[in-house]
């Protein structure tokens, strides 16, 4: 493996009744690439509680990444979410893929309540609008799959100083939302090259900056 630091990029199989997850089929375009002087590897980790946690944590140790970010898919949402926030809940309103449905379950039993991202997502927001990309700060990453395998995420860059650790929601493919009315999307190839525009602008700076971004509900 290339003595560069390293990028661990996830995304998800699918779940529902979804036969495609745009979250992979992005974040797979990147794997190999070089950004900002790291080497990203991309990883697919089950949309299972149990096994994500597992096959999250076997990558880590294989991988040492520098930089952490999961990405999830956020059907109905237009723009790539950028999550300031993972809490430490497990409340399926649907089963995983393995039929498990946890209600009110910690993610890591006396952790923290929630973590904060700690990457500069005001600082890649900036970036992506610049381009023209359709993105936001999103104060929710929900409490499926993608909010434990976040939280898990940030858990260990608790615990690694050198470590940083994000997570960002995406809208469905195209292929997708044909099939549901009024649902946006966004394609691959828009969708990979975002990410790789955030990733660049994490890879430059730690400290964020600072502009208003919130949302009112």
Known sequence: MSSAPRILLTGFTPFGNEDINPSWEAVREL????????RV???LLPTIFADSQ????LAVDEIEPAILLGVGQAGGRSRLSLERVAINVQDARIADNAGAQPIDAAIVSAGPAAYFSTLPIKAMLKVLLAEGLPAEVSNSAGTFVCNHVAYLMLHYAAKHRDVRAGFIHIPYLPSQAACIPNAPSMSKEMTAHALAIALAAATAQRDDVRFGAGALD
């Open 31 to 38: 794997d190999g690439r070089h950004i900002g002087g790291h």
């Open 41 to 43: 590897v991309a990883r």
């Open 54 to 57: 597992r096959e999250l944590a």
